[in-house]
């Protein structure tokens, strides 16, 4: 499976932005996609998951009721719709998908499998 993240940039604080990630390659509805995004020092965290085989997401709570997740499973590809942003929200961030994965692990960035390349979103006036 590979992975293609877009859309990042430079946005006002309280602007928006919409990242998009393609999936090539063998997917399935097992599998579930997820936005992580690592700031400069900090460690990679969670942001949005997203299951290919319904609609049920989970967020962040940094994030939550700011930030919406979906999926077009005809374009094999998962959004992440970045509203209100904040200069904390800067940080590259990347799509990760992994098969099979249980609710307990959505969360964690190593229980997935495979990785995009990461696009920058940096939010300053």
């Known amino acids: 499976v590979q992975l293609q993240a877009c859309g990042g940039g430079l946005v006002q604080p309280g602007g928006s932005l919409r990242l998009s990630c393609v999936a090539a390659g063998r997917t399935s509805s097992n599998y579930a996609m997820g936005w992580f995004r690592q700031a400069p020092g900090k460690e990679r965290e969670f942001v949005a998951s997203?299951?290919?085989?319904?609609?049920?997401?989970n967020y962040a709570d940094s994030v939550k009721g700011r930030f919406t997740i979906s999926r077009d499973n005809a374009k094999n590809t998962v959004y992440l719709q970045m509203n209100s942003l904040k200069p904390e929200d800067t940080a590259v961030y990347y799509c990760?998908?992994?098969?099979?994965?249980?609710?307990?692990?959505?969360?964690?960035?190593?229980?997935?499998?495979?990785w995009g390349q990461g696009t920058l979103v940096t939010v300053s006036s």
């Open positions: 997203i299951r290919w085989s319904s609609q049920i997401s």
């Open positions: 990760a998908a992994g098969n099979r994965l249980i609710t307990s692990t959505l969360r964690m960035w190593r229980s997935y499998d495979y």
